[in-house]
């Protein structure tokens, strides 16, 4: 596909008016900060193609959608992410045209997305229909360092034009869900209203009773000088605002700045919203723009100071991985437990808006390992408070004896998805959670939350698998794996496998608990009720009798039964104009074929390294990595890292490149329905531990840094127990900086290397 936006290593730029990539650049320049976000539509409206939307973290629907094939186990409702009303809206009005750029001549147009400001800025001239030239510029803030906070800078300067310009900002609740329900209102108006300076609307989900307030003030400047020309009030039934204008001749500047407060139902009391909206767009607009602004500068520095990976050499590739981090932290604060991180963020309405096992598989070992802050500690929180909706998802599915199976698809911890191959299939879910928990690993988080959830998920475990009789080994049947174009199999061997090693991690710790943390043992087996020599000896069973399927001849393991039944080729002999396959095969072709959706086996291999000799990765790898086509955005960041360490740079690099560039180049040919968010961080992982080769085995710190072709170097910090380090790989070596914390000993290539504060060693 043809590249349209520029390269640069700090912005995003798109430098002319691309009206058939229109919801494509929507989801690019995605602003968000956490607490609210939304797509990169144009301020005033636009009559074409476009996708607006608008999300406030936290705040979800039920949708009435029951599937014709409910079974028992499927929700009644199934909760998803609305479209919030529209909050950004402002209105260009002359004497009788509005403009709208679908209708008007685009003369220029430049859109930027400066990611370390985070700020979006847009230049255009434009020509009405009568002839009126104006050029427009307008800066848009999802305030950082204020998370409630929305701020617009929206001027108009004419160019030929004589006569009135009106700016006219509203808040707008008269929303749909464009994605999935068009016709279906979502919110309800509870109250609306305007004063002298404040404009204010107050809505609530239809069917769940989640609310939000929007307030908005704003400044009118012509000629950079405030004017206070009396407001036209805008009192609709779901709309709220102003109408700003003023006598204008060619090269006069207006402006309008827009004070937003979004404030909702998760962190204020009902009654409050209205009054703790109209106050903090009051403050905004005492505070002012540059005040502002400055603030939200300071807080993406302290970001950037923090989780910057500097790449030096290949502009492509530093953008790439720049904008991944700068959408993970416009998506997810990390300071609330309650909340987590959806596929598409704030950027749209795909999957729901829910939480994914992707979290656990990309954001926790990035939040761990990039910020001293307790994000990644959050964000398993979040797992350990919604255990007795996963032990209730189970019961649903006949398991018993607290036996917990977390959801495919949630927000509140019920699960929400309505593909029977996925919810009822896609169990290996369960074993990423202990997965993740497993890598925090401080022993405190696990004493007090973590095992209990161990315990939870080894019970489902040890209730799913099967003992075979002809094998006389324990099977686990009718399952879907990691790679979703395989339905409905036996033993796939990630899960089988990924089920061992949970339940080893469970006993491992139920021991060390006990011995370390006597009190806190005691408690877990009251409130779980463990019978520890019953329950350890069943599971220790399973451990030892689990069935693997391998091929000996090959000296790979085997996907699922059944798989080396089908004709085994490379993507290579699927043609190009049919790629995605998922947009142009039927399912029934799918699932026929050998071709594998994402890394199945060998997420096995990456997760559970430490396990398995380089030669085994090595022919796994060589078998499977060709039969991929990599159509989930969570495939390319595990097989680049495979592939680092394999010595297979080239194949890594161009897999970097598929999981940086994802979304900017559109690869997936999907990213007008938002970015990939979850699996932004498997770019920076494919650096960290791909790239230079970080591992943490038997407790310890190791790197094998490679230095990749067309790369000079690179450069990035990571924080491990404690300890800030800085990593820097040239061509002339590799850095390794301690840069707070107690002195340690890392490998570095094979070798022992002591760091201590404000050295640095080679």
Same mark, same amino acid.
């Given at each position: 596909?043809?590249?349209?936006?520029?390269?640069?290593?700090?912005?995003?730029?798109?430098?002319?008016?691309?009206?058939? =990539?229109?919801?494509?650049?929507?989801?690019?320049?995605?602003?968000?900060?956490? =607490?609210?976000?939304?797509?990169?539509?144009?301020?005033?409206?636009?009559?074409?193609?476009?996708?607006?939307?608008?999300?406030?973290?936290?705040?979800?629907?039920?949708?009435?959608?029951?599937?014709?094939?409910?079974? $028992?186990?499927?929700?009644?409702?199934?909760?998803?992410?609305?479209?919030?009303?529209? @909050?950004?809206?402002?209105?260009?009005?002359?004497?009788?045209?509005?403009?709208?750029?679908?209708?008007?001549?685009?003369?220029?147009?430049?859109?930027?997305?400066?990611?370390?400001?985070?700020?979006?800025?847009?230049?255009?001239?434009?020509?009405?229909?009568?002839?009126?030239?104006?050029?427009?510029?307008?800066?848009?803030?999802?305030?950082?360092?204020?998370?409630?906070? +929305?701020?617009?800078?929206?001027?108009?300067?004419?160019?030929?034009?004589?006569?009135?310009?009106?700016?006219?900002?509203?808040?707008?609740?008269?929303?749909?869900?464009?994605?999935?329900?068009?016709? #279906?209102?979502?919110?309800?108006?509870?109250?609306?209203?305007?004063?002298?300076? +404040?404009?204010?609307?107050?809505?609530?989900?239809?069917?769940?009773?989640?609310?939000?307030?929007?307030?908005?003030?704003?400044?009118?400047?012509?000629?950079?000088?405030?004017?206070?020309?009396?407001?036209?009030?805008?009192?609709?039934?779901?709309?709220?605002?102003?109408?700003?204008?003023?006598?204008?001749?060619?090269?006069?500047?207006?402006?309008?700045?827009?004070?937003?407060?979004?404030?909702?139902?998760?962190?204020?009391?009902?009654?409050?919203?209205?009054?703790?909206?109209?106050?903090?767009?009051?403050?905004?607009?005492?505070?002012?723009?540059?005040?502002?602004?400055? #603030?939200?500068?300071?807080?993406?520095?302290?970001?950037?100071?923090?989780?910057?990976?500097?790449?030096?050499?290949?502009?492509?590739?530093?953008?790439?991985?720049?904008?991944?981090?700068?959408?993970?932290?416009?998506?997810?604060?990390?300071?609330?437990?309650?909340?987590?991180?959806?596929?598409?963020?704030?950027?749209?309405?795909?999957?729901?808006?829910?939480?994914?096992?992707?979290?656990?598989? +990309?954001?926790?070992?990035?939040?761990?390992?990039?910020?001293?802050?307790?994000?990644?500690?959050?964000?398993?929180?979040?797992?350990?408070?919604?255990?007795?909706?996963?032990? #209730?998802?189970?019961?649903?599915?006949?398991?018993?004896?607290?036996?917990?199976?977390?959801?495919?698809?949630?927000?509140?911890?019920?699960? +929400?998805?309505?593909?029977?191959?996925?919810? &009822?299939?896609?169990?290996?879910?369960?074993?990423?959670?202990?997965? /993740?928990?497993?890598?925090?690993?401080?022993?405190?988080?696990?004493?007090?939350?973590?095992?209990?959830?161990?315990?939870?998920?080894?019970? &489902?475990?040890?209730? =799913?698998?099967?003992?075979?009789? !002809?094998?006389?080994?324990?099977?686990?049947?009718?399952?879907?794996?990691?790679?979703?174009?395989?339905?409905?199999?036996?033993?796939?061997?990630?899960?089988?496998?990924?089920?061992?090693?949970?339940?080893?991690?469970?006993?491992?710790?139920?021991?060390?608990?006990?011995?370390?943390? !006597?009190?806190?043992?005691?408690?877990?087996?009251?409130?779980?009720?463990?019978?520890?020599? #019953?329950?350890?000896?069943? @599971?220790?069973?399973?451990?030892?009798?689990?069935?693997?399927?391998?091929?000996?001849?090959?000296?790979?393991?085997?996907?699922?039964?059944?798989?080396?039944?089908?004709?085994?080729?490379?993507?290579?002999?699927?043609?190009?104009?049919?790629?995605?396959?998922?947009?142009?095969?039927?399912?029934?072709?799918?699932?026929?074929?050998?071709?594998?959706?994402?890394?199945?086996?060998?997420?096995?291999?990456?997760?559970?390294?430490? $396990?398995?000799?380089?030669?085994?990765?090595?022919?796994?790898?060589?078998?499977?990595? !060709?039969?991929?086509?990599?159509?989930?955005?969570?495939?390319?960041?595990?097989?680049?890292?495979?592939?680092?360490?394999?010595?297979?740079?080239?194949?890594?690099?161009?897999?970097?490149?598929?999981? /940086?560039?994802?979304?900017?180049?559109?690869?997936?040919?999907?990213?007008?329905?938002?970015?990939?968010?979850?699996?932004? /961080?498997?770019?920076?992982?494919?650096?960290?531990?791909?790239?230079?080769?970080?591992?943490?085995?038997?407790?310890?710190?190791?790197?094998?840094?490679?230095?990749?072709?067309?790369?000079?170097?690179?450069?990035?910090?990571?924080?491990?127990?404690?300890?800030?380090?800085?990593?820097?790989?040239?061509?002339?070596?590799?850095?390794?900086?301690?840069?707070?914390?107690?002195?340690?000993?890392?490998?570095?290539?094979?070798?022992?290397?002591?760091?201590?504060?404000?050295?640095?060693?080679?």
């Amino acid at each position: 596909m043809k590249k349209y936006l520029k390269t640069d290593e700090w912005n995003i730029i798109e430098d002319s008016f691309q009206a058939d =990539r229109m919801r494509w650049s929507e989801s690019i320049f995605s602003l968000g900060n956490g =607490r609210f976000g939304q797509r990169g539509h144009f301020e005033e409206p636009y009559s074409s193609d476009s996708y607006r939307g608008a999300f406030v973290a936290g705040i979800t629907f039920l949708d009435k959608t029951r599937v014709g094939w409910w079974k $028992n186990g499927f929700p009644q409702f199934y909760t998803r992410i609305p479209n919030a009303p529209d @909050w950004s809206s402002i209105s260009l009005r002359l004497i009788d045209e509005e403009l709208d750029l679908a209708q008007w001549d685009v003369d220029s147009f430049n859109r930027r997305l400066d990611m370390k400001a985070g700020i979006s800025y847009r230049d255009a001239e434009v020509t009405s229909p009568r002839g009126n030239k104006l050029r427009l510029h307008v800066e848009h803030i999802a305030n950082m360092a204020h998370p409630n906070l +929305c701020l617009i800078k929206y001027s108009v300067t004419s160019v030929n034009y004589t006569g009135k310009v009106s700016l006219v900002p509203i808040l707008d609740g008269d929303t749909a869900n464009p994605v999935r329900h068009p016709d #279906e209102k979502i919110w309800n108006i509870l109250r609306s209203g305007t004063t002298s300076d +404040c404009a204010y609307l107050w809505t609530q989900t239809r069917r769940e009773d989640a609310q939000i307030c929007y307030a908005m003030t704003y400044r009118f400047f012509k000629n950079n000088k405030e004017t206070f020309a009396n407001p036209i009030r805008i009192e609709k039934e779901k709309q709220a605002g102003f109408s700003v204008g003023t006598e204008v001749k060619p090269g006069d500047t207006v402006t309008l700045v827009k004070y937003i407060a979004i404030a909702s139902s998760l962190y204020y009391e009902r009654q409050d919203l209205i009054e703790a909206s109209v106050a903090e767009a009051r403050n905004a607009q005492s505070t002012g723009w540059d005040a502002l602004e400055q #603030e939200h500068r300071n807080a993406w520095q302290e970001i950037w100071d923090e989780t910057d990976v500097s790449i030096e050499g290949d502009p492509e590739a530093q953008q790439g991985i720049r904008y991944n981090i700068f959408q993970l932290y416009q998506t997810y604060r990390g300071d609330d437990p309650r909340l987590n991180i959806g596929p598409k963020g704030f950027t749209g309405e795909k999957y729901g808006g829910n939480t994914y096992w992707n979290t656990e598989l +990309c954001c926790v070992p990035f939040f761990l390992l990039s910020t001293p802050k307790k994000i990644a500690e959050n964000l398993l929180i979040y797992r350990y408070k919604q255990l007795p909706k996963a032990i #209730e998802n189970a019961r649903k599915l006949g398991f018993d004896h607290g036996a917990a199976l977390f959801p495919q698809v949630t927000s509140n911890g019920e699960e +929400c998805h309505s593909e029977w191959e996925i919810t &009822f299939e896609e169990v290996h879910r369960n074993n990423m959670i202990v997965y /993740a928990i497993l890598q925090h690993a401080t022993l405190d988080y696990i004493a007090h939350y973590g095992l209990e959830v161990m315990i939870a998920v080894s019970r &489902f475990w040890s209730q =799913r698998v099967s003992f075979s009789q !002809p094998k006389q080994k324990y099977v686990i049947l009718g399952v879907t794996g990691p790679d979703e174009y395989e339905n409905n199999v036996n033993n796939n061997w990630y899960t089988n496998y990924s089920c061992m090693r949970c339940l080893e991690t469970t006993l491992s710790f139920l021991e060390i608990i006990a011995r370390q943390y !006597p009190d806190e043992y005691a408690r877990i087996c009251s409130i779980t009720n463990l019978n520890y020599t #019953e329950e350890s000896e069943r @599971w220790r069973d399973i451990i030892e009798r689990m069935y693997l399927p391998e091929d000996p001849e090959r000296g790979i393991f085997i996907q699922n039964d059944g798989y080396m039944d089908k004709v085994l080729q490379s993507t290579d002999a699927i043609p190009a104009g049919e790629r995605p396959i998922n947009q142009y095969w039927s399912w029934d072709r799918i699932l026929r074929s050998c071709y594998i959706k994402q890394s199945d086996v060998l997420l096995g291999l990456y997760l559970y390294y430490f $396990n398995f000799d380089r030669e085994t990765i090595r022919r796994n790898f060589d078998f499977y990595e !060709p039969m991929t086509v990599h159509e989930s955005s969570l495939s390319p960041c595990v097989h680049s890292i495979l592939a680092a360490s394999l010595g297979k740079l080239e194949k890594a690099q161009e897999l970097y490149r598929r999981t /940086a560039r994802l979304d900017l180049d559109n690869i997936n040919n999907d990213t007008c329905d938002g970015l990939h968010i979850t699996s932004m /961080a498997g770019s920076w992982l494919s650096i960290v531990q791909g790239f230079a080769g970080m591992r943490t085995l038997t407790g310890s710190l190791s790197f094998d840094p490679q230095l990749p072709d067309g790369w000079d170097g690179y450069a990035f910090k990571i924080v491990y127990r404690g300890r800030l380090i800085e990593v820097s790989v040239s061509r002339e070596g590799t850095g390794l900086k301690l840069l707070s914390g107690e002195a340690l000993t890392v490998m570095l290539h094979g070798h022992e290397v002591r760091l201590a504060p404000a050295e640095a060693d080679a």
